[in-house]
């Protein structure tokens, strides 16, 4: 069965963006870039992937991606209407209207979404892009999480999961560190 892995940076108090969406704060080093572009290229938007000159190398974890309207709606400033190409691209959103066939918008549940997307009998992982309102409504579904820890406070922002009280525990399998200070830990469901 495919699983849902939530692949997400995070800065030391718990923000994944700043409060407009902001990114940009986060120390990126030369041998954590190159570490993600071998390891997870597909989770480089398609302009970015066409920049660093991975244009055309495949998908390694994941062929789907799952995300929110407010990780979706940056793309627009690009400006783009399906910002992973290469990925099959769900956006949740109730309001949401875009005409694109690379990108489908769903206006239902989302656990209904994630647990079709799982019972698929091939493919790579999903990509839960984001935010977090979504990462916590599908906290149920999450069975993996792959955490880029950066060494920087942002003081406000997006939290990793904004939602209801709702802990759960999560089992630390691998940590990698970078000469930018970050750490990308993987974390199984327990």
């Given at each position: 069965?495919?699983?849902?892995?939530?692949?997400?940076?995070?800065?030391?108090?718990?923000?994944?963006?700043?409060?407009?969406?902001?990114?940009?704060?986060?120390?990126?080093?030369?041998?954590?870039?190159?570490?993600?572009?071998?390891?997870?290229?597909?989770?480089?938007?398609?302009?970015?992937?066409?920049?660093?000159?991975?244009?055309?190398?495949?998908?390694?974890?994941?062929?789907?991606?799952?995300?929110?309207?407010?990780?979706?709606?940056?793309?627009?400033?690009?400006?783009?209407?399906?910002p992973?190409?290469?990925?099959?691209?769900?956006?949740?959103?109730?309001?949401?209207?875009?005409?694109?066939?690379?990108?489908?918008?769903?206006?239902?549940?989302?656990?209904?979404?994630?647990?079709?997307?799982?019972?698929?009998?091939?493919?790579?992982?999903?990509?839960?892009?984001?935010?977090?309102?979504?990462?916590?409504?599908?906290?149920?579904?999450?069975?993996?999480?792959?955490?880029?820890?950066?060494?920087?406070?942002?003081?406000?922002?997006?939290?990793?999961?904004?939602?209801?009280?709702?802990?759960?525990?999560?089992?630390?399998t691998?940590?990698?560190?970078f000469?930018?200070?970050?750490?990308?830990?993987?974390?199984?469901?327990?």
């Amino acid at each position: 069965m495919r699983k849902l892995v939530y692949y997400i940076a995070v800065s030391l108090d718990g923000y994944i963006a700043g409060p407009n969406a902001e990114f940009d704060f986060y120390p990126l080093s030369d041998d954590m870039a190159a570490w993600i572009n071998a390891r997870y290229p597909e989770t480089l938007p398609t302009h970015v992937r066409r920049l660093v000159g991975l244009d055309g190398v495949p998908n390694k974890a994941f062929d789907t991606l799952v995300m929110g309207r407010g990780t979706y709606e940056p793309a627009l400033d690009v400006p783009t209407t399906s910002p992973y190409a290469h990925l099959r691209q769900y956006v949740l959103s109730s309001t949401l209207r875009i005409d694109d066939p690379t990108v489908t918008v769903e206006t239902g549940d989302a656990i209904e979404l994630v647990r079709r997307l799982k019972a698929e009998d091939t493919g790579l992982d999903i990509y839960l892009c984001g935010g977090g309102k979504l990462a916590a409504a599908l906290l149920p579904e999450i069975d993996e999480i792959i955490l880029k820890g950066y060494p920087v406070v942002a003081g406000a922002g997006i939290p990793m999961f904004s939602g209801e009280f709702r802990p759960t525990l999560f089992t630390p399998t691998r940590r990698e560190s970078f000469g930018n200070g970050a750490q990308v830990t993987w974390l199984t469901r327990a």
